[in-house]
């Protein structure tokens, strides 16, 4: 049982703009500007999109996008193409320096 | 460019102890701006944080509730690497082993992943 809750598939079709939200508590999510999200195509390692709720490395791509509201955090994934298809994780900073994650979702391009 | 090559046993018998180590290439184990993780993904529970050692001055090591009582984590500085040892094993520990570079509050970079199986 996962600390962070994701919907397990979300699924979209080429181009278009997708949604994954994640839900904690007042205790990590709700309390932290450090949710970090998470991408990882199989059998590779997982490779950092977001940290700090919003900010992007240099290297990834501005498809991607996230924001914060109360306890759910979210990641949009625009101009959706194959190549996005994969797991993803969301991740927060929790009290008495630890960290939670979700169960991860799986993005279908159709 | 940061890497992350992990190795170590794919099979652990229950009750002894699970052995990693992560070698560092493109950063120090001593950077005192970076904290080196491992973390694990089992069907039952999910990703897992384990555990961390940082430099900042001296070593600081933080570790999760959950394994506590069990694992150790330490810095090679003289090799470049970091280890993870975590005893008294079960099946309940059966699971892909991550190592990860932290910046500040999240993971950068990755190692490829362990599968370590517990079982007699």
Known sequence: QSALTQPASVSGSPGQSITISCTGTSSDVG???????????????????IYEDSRRPSVVSNRFSASKSGNTASLTISGLQAEDEADY????????TTWVFGGGTKVTVL | QVQLQQSGPGLVKPSQTLSLTCAISGDSVSNNNA??????????R???????????????????V???????????????????????????????????????????????????????
Do not use: M
């Open chain 1, 31 to 49: 309390n932290y500007n450090l949710v970090s999200w998470y991408q990882r195509h199989p059998g590779k390692a997982p490779k950092l999109l």
């Open chain 1, 89 to 96: 994780y969301c991740c927060s900073y929790a009290l008495s």
């Open chain 2, 35 to 44: 904290a080196w993780n491992w973390i694990r993904q089992s069907p039952s």
């Open chain 2, 46 to 64: 999910g990703l897992e944080w384990l555990g961390r050692t940082y430099s900042r001055s001296k070593w600081y090591n933080n570790y999760a």
């Open chain 2, 66 to 120: 959950s394994v506590k009582s069990r694992i150790t984590i330490n810095p090679d500085t003289s090799k470049n690497q970091f280890s993870l040892q975590l005893n008294s094993v079960t099946p309940e520990d059966t699971a892909v082993y991550y190592c990860a570079r932290g910046s500040a509050y999240d993971f950068n970079y990755w190692g490829q992943g362990t599968l370590v199986t517990v079982s007699s």
